[in-house]
């Protein structure tokens, strides 16, 4: 996992032309699975999705670097790398984010999940449909930052600075970890996080509202994509490792 978050930090600035092409063929069918997601609507069949491009080592392969100037600093910089590393998914979905942006919500994400006990690929996700990871970004009735958070919960969970990316995450992460021990299920946290658990209360389940039951099911598109993206990071790390 090290070695490929390493490897697609690098590949921004120095691999081949070649090796860039492949990155955004892989990345676009990527695209193009989540767009037929998006556009799945609640009681219709599962989309038929069109397989996944897999990543071709030797065309990601970077050039071989210099032993002082590149090859010791990239393995410093990323020791500290977590598993489940979202950076290379986060500037796909939204490629007008900054990469330092990208790896300081992956890293808030990921160092939150772990602590509330939540499955990060559900908080990569929410985030994405809240906001597509961007910290400005605010909606028309006043939701804030990454995680759209409410002025009244935002204070609730102590998030003074709504548009600061880690406190957003931080008292993101906390809400929907209250949401998930509260109601057992994924689907109903996020039911609750986009309608407020009252009205999940009042219904026994998803409330019957179109905006509601469309987010769950994209938040949950998503969440199944950041899984199969997952698995196929730690098969091509262990791939990697095993020929190294």
Do not use: C
């Not at 599962?46 to 970077?62: A, C, G, Q, S, W």
């Not at 995680?147 to 809400?175: D, F, H, I, K």
């Amino acid at each position: 996992m090290k070695f490929f978050i390493s490897l697609f930090l690098v590949s921004l600035s120095v691999v081949t032309a070649l090796a860039q092409d492949h990155v955004h063929e892989v990345y676009g069918r990527e695209n193009d699975r989540l767009e037929k997601l998006m556009n799945w609507s609640p009681g219709e069949s599962r989309p038929e999705l069109p397989p996944v491009i897999k990543f071709d080592r030797e065309k990601i392969k970077p050039p071989e670097p210099k032993p002082m100037a590149v090859k010791e600093p990239l393995r410093q910089r990323n020791s500290g790398l977590p598993q489940g590393h979202f950076t290379a998914w986060i500037v796909e979905y939204n490629r007008g984010i900054r990469l330092s942006q990208a790896d300081l919500i992956s890293r808030t994400i990921v160092e939150n999940a772990a602590k509330h006990g939540v499955d990060p690929n559900l908080v990569v996700a929410l985030v994405a449909a809240e906001s597509a990871f961007r910290a400005d970004a605010r909606s028309p009735v006043g939701a804030q930052g990454l995680g759209q958070l409410m002025p009244g919960t935002a204070a609730m969970l102590g998030v003074s600075q709504p548009y600061e990316p880690v406190q957003n995450l931080t008292g993101t992460v906390r809400y929907l970890s209250n949401q998930i021990r509260r109601f057992k299920s994924p689907a109903l946290a996020l039911a609750a996080y986009n309608a407020g658990p009252g009205a999940v209360q009042k219904y026994g389940g998803i409330p019957p509202y179109r905006e509601t039951q469309q987010y769950v099911s994209y938040v949950l598109g998503l969440y199944e994509e950041l899984k199969s993206f997952e698995r196929r990071q730690t098969v091509v790390s262990g791939k990697i490792r095993s020929n190294s």
